[in-house]
């Protein structure tokens, strides 16, 4: 069955050429890679690409993600496709391991693939969870061969910076739904697949580098005025249609932490810097799970989501470094809270246990040693 990658491309030539040579490297030979570059800047368009592999289309327009993908799957010639973003950069291997995955059962329709940060080798995307009013991205922040992550999954939901699926499918259900512009789009395809009886699986074995959020100045930061439509619109049309799959995954986590850390204490001051809503929700999650109590609840919300660095001393008080009771640390992001050297050695924190609202639950002396 003939195959295609296709690539879609905004601006930073380098990036995108870096990108490609990592797939002519890793893909079979006779799998179609097709580039469409969209930019009302000719000069980001403006150059060759030589390889006779390739076929690079320019579109001198900001056509916008889905109207790019939408184009490139009317032009290529392969049944089984493949989409990759220019910020790509995949392992040896990660083909195979998707087609693999997506081979595996005629009841799959899109797979996708293990995204990790560039900068730390962490996972940024490894399918998506849903609560009542949040989306989470499961085991984000653990090292990509964190043993949870070893095993092909279904998931509700995969980012589409890799994402493999088939022409007669997608042409199916009209493709990528052009009113979703910035984000959500690729979720919406999951969910549309969904309805007519289709799965969505992640591949263990597909890894790849995703410089995304790490670099600010990325294509898609350039249009993030249309997040807060594209949010509007997804959460118009599919709200109906998610599943509360939060708590499945916590038990998954609660279940591996407390088989690999059993718990020596039961009773926990919880110290909530989330950012989160519906937090009384996750308080029971977490209580039930861990067959745990809460002496008391200290709620501290953070401003900012998914915040990469809590200052526990500034965010909660130095009272708290010398309280006898265990804590738990309930954060968006159990990465916030490296770099907190002073409450690392000035608290005994052997008992102390870290939730996040991405499902991840740690001992707190792990974070400290950054061995998780």
Known sequence: MKQ??????????????????????????????????????????????SNSRCRY?????????PKALNLSVEECTGEIITFIDADIFVWDGWYQALLKTFSSSDKIGVT????????????????????????????????????LAISDRQVQAVCSAIMMTTKTLYQKIGGMDEDIPYSYTDCDYCFRLRDIGYETWVSAGAIAYHKGGTDPNNSKSNFSYYRLDAKGMYGMKDYAKIIYDNVAWFKVSADYFLKTYPLVVHKYLM???????????????????????????????NSIRDNEHIVLYNDSSFEFIDLVTPIIYFVDTFIALFDNELWFHMRDIQYDLVVDRHGNILPLSLIAKRKC
Do not use: W
């Open 4 to 49: 295609s990658i296709i690539i879609t491309y905004h601006k930073n030539k380098d990036m995108l050429l870096f990108c490609l040579n990592r797939l002519l490297k890793t893909v079979p030979e006779d799998v179609e890679i097709f580039i469409i570059g969209n930019n009302v800047n000719h000069t980001e368009l403006d150059f060759e690409i």
């Open 112 to 147: 996708g693939a293990k995204l990790i940060n560039p900068l730390n080798n962490r996972i940024i995307d490894f399918g998506i969870m849903y609560s009542k009013f949040n989306a989470a991205h499961t085991m984000m922040g653990l090292l990509y061969d964190h043993p």
């Open 57 to 65: 289309h320019k579109v001198y327009q900001n056509i916008q993600y």
């Open 271 to 301: 110290l909530d810097f989330t950012t989160l809503y519906d937090r009384n929700s996750f308080y029971t999650i977490i209580k039930e799970l861990l067959f745990i109590q809460f002496l008391d609840i200290v709620e501290r919300p």
